[in-house]
């Protein structure tokens, strides 16, 4: 049975003072049960920071995205290296805020997923569509495109070593949540899709589900077969928000 996953992604919010205390209040209230793991991706000034107050209490520290390039004239980027160096263990890629704003190709996004498997970082790499997407009836082939640029470089090896989050960006930050049923259908296509590469990984991979997970839908969402947890936006800005999902992480697979 695979763990579930309560992963955070501050963005770009808080200060030190406020980032410290969040921590702080996230690992004083984690829940016991190994199998629930969380993680949390503050912004890059303040990952050392939350990295020194993570040191022993088994939360996991990721970054928010990665160069793709080793090192050099990139103004204002970060390694994978440097992020391992300053005590990192994941990053997400791939983010629909990355893919829209700062114009992430898929390419570009197996490029950083490479770079982060390459410095021994867990990449959690977003997948997800549109709302145009999804009523044009396109959303298993979007899906599929953002995967197959992975898949098709990495292979199912890299994806053995990773973590997805399927975030359909209609549900990002908006208030509306996609349905278990719904979550769950693209999940299990997501899954049925590794199956094409290796049965092996793609039963293992944990496959997070993220769009305005609160503490009050996240069981039901927790609960369907091939959702392994949740990466959460707005809710990981407040402890109790977050240890809500946490709690009901631990309500569907505690011990
Ligand atoms: C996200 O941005 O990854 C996210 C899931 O945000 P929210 O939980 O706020 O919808």
């Not at 990053?91 to 498997?117: C, N, P, Q």
């Not at 410095?119 to 997948?127: K, N, S």
Request: charged share 20%; hydrophobic share 45%.
């Amino acid at each position: 049975m695979r763990n579930l996953l309560v992963a955070g992604n501050w963005k770009m919010n808080g200060s030190g003072a406020a980032n410290s205390a969040l921590v702080e209040a996230v690992v004083a209230g984690r829940p016991a049960a190994s199998s629930v793991e969380l993680l949390v991706c503050p912004p890059f000034p303040y990952l050392a920071a939350v990295a020194a107050a993570l040191k022993g209490s088994g939360i996991t520290l990721g970054a928010q995205t990665v160069s793709e390039y080793d090192k050099g004239a990139y103004t204002g980027e970060v390694s994978a290296a440097m992020l391992r160096d300053i005590g990192c263990d994941a990053v997400i890629v791939g983010h629909s805020e990355r893919r829209a704003l700062y114009g992430e190709t898929s390419e570009a996004v197996a490029a950083k997923f490479a770079a982060a498997l390459a410095a021994g970082l867990l990449p959690i790499l977003c997948v997800g569509e549109t709302l145009t997407d999804r009523e044009a009836g396109n959303t298993e082939a979007v899906v599929d495109e953002q995967l197959d640029a992975v898949l098709n470089t990495a292979g199912a090896d890299g994806i053995r070593q990773a973590v997805i989050a399927y975030e359909p960006v209609w549900a990002i930050g908006t208030g509306k949540t996609a349905s278990p049923e719904q979550a769950q259908e693209v999940h299990r296509h997501i899954r049925s899709r590794i199956a094409g590469y290796d049965a092996g990984v793609a039963a293992a991979v944990q496959i997070l589900y993220g769009g305005s997970v609160k503490g009050d839908n996240a069981e039901g969402l927790f609960s369907m077969p091939d959702i392994d947890g949740g990466l959460i936006g707005g809710a990981s800005l407040k402890a109790d928000d977050f240890l809500a999902i946490a709690e009901a992480a631990t309500r569907v697979r505690g011990s």
